[in-house]
T-cell receptor
Framework: DTGVSQNPRHKITKRGQNVTFRCDPI?????LYWYRQTLGQGPEFLTY????????KSRLLSDRFSAERPKGSFSTLEIQRTEQGDSAMYLC???????????FGSGTRLTVV | AQTVTQSQPEMSVQEAETVTLSCTYD???????LFWYKQPPSRQMILVIR??????QNATENRFSVNFQKAAKSFSLKISDSQLGDAAMYFC???????????FGKGTKLSVKP
């Protein structure tokens, strides 16, 4: 287990299509986070899970966004009816406990055309 | 609202020299953590250094050290003996001890000149 894995690395989709991203955290980490990063900006928090429970969601996470973490292992982030404004890097991170920092994945770059 | 401010969008340093990146934050909490993350052009965020707010001693990791001024809510990063591989975006981040999500600043782009 070498780190946080995200797939796909790149996704190009047409406006209005649905997309799903996957994140596999470090196996012993019970906390999993999703962030969005646009060019030249810091990551913005979307949502986080402790085990399978989704404990917090940002107001950035509109009704078109949904995240799941079945069985407290991998997580998926789905965006329905994509818009051009959804184009960004979507980062996943995991951690064992609060306060020890996150381990980030390489991200999924979404381009909506 | 908790915010993190990095007032230097870009910085430049000569190889082998020292550079300091600034960060201020706003919070009413007493239990929190501060971090500096590095994001090279490949875009994977890497944890550089971590500071617990209740510790007065400044954290140090090899060539990286922080100047943590709790009363001033300031958390600067000093990079000594800068190397070409230090060139990256650097993000300051804040985490409240009872919550889960890191709050990031907008970042400082560091260039290292040979």
């Amino acid at each position: 287990d070498t780190g946080v894995s995200q797939n796909p690395r790149h996704k190009i989709t047409k406006r209005g299509q649905n997309v799903t991203f996957r994140c596999d955290p470090i196996s012993e980490h019970n906390r999993l986070y999703w962030y969005r990063q646009t060019l030249g900006q810091g990551p913005e928090f979307l949502t986080y899970f402790q085990n399978e429970a989704q404990l917090e969601k940002s107001r950035l996470l509109s009704d078109r966004f949904s995240a799941e973490r079945p069985k407290g292992s991998f997580s998926t982030l789905e965006i329905q009816r994509t818009e051009q404004g959804d184009s960004a890097m979507y980062l996943c991170a995991s951690s064992l406990t609060v306060g020890y920092g996150y381990t980030f994945g390489s991200g999924t770059r979404l381009t909506v055309v | 609202a908790q915010t993190v401010t990095q007032s230097q969008p870009e910085m430049s340093v000569q190889e082998a020299e020292t550079v300091t990146l600034s960060c201020t934050y706003d919070t009413s909490e007493s239990d929190y953590y501060l971090f500096w993350y590095k994001q090279p052009p490949s875009r994977q965020m890497i944890l550089v250094i971590r500071q617990e707010a209740y510790k007065q001693q400044n954290a140090t990791e090899n060539r990286f050290s922080v100047n943590f001024q709790k009363a001033a809510k300031s958390f600067s990063l000093k990079i000594s003996d800068s190397q070409l591989g230090d060139a990256a975006m650097y993000f300051c981040a804040y985490l409240v001890g009872s919550q889960g999500n890191l709050i990031f600043g907008k970042g400082t782009k560091l260039s290292v000149k040979p």
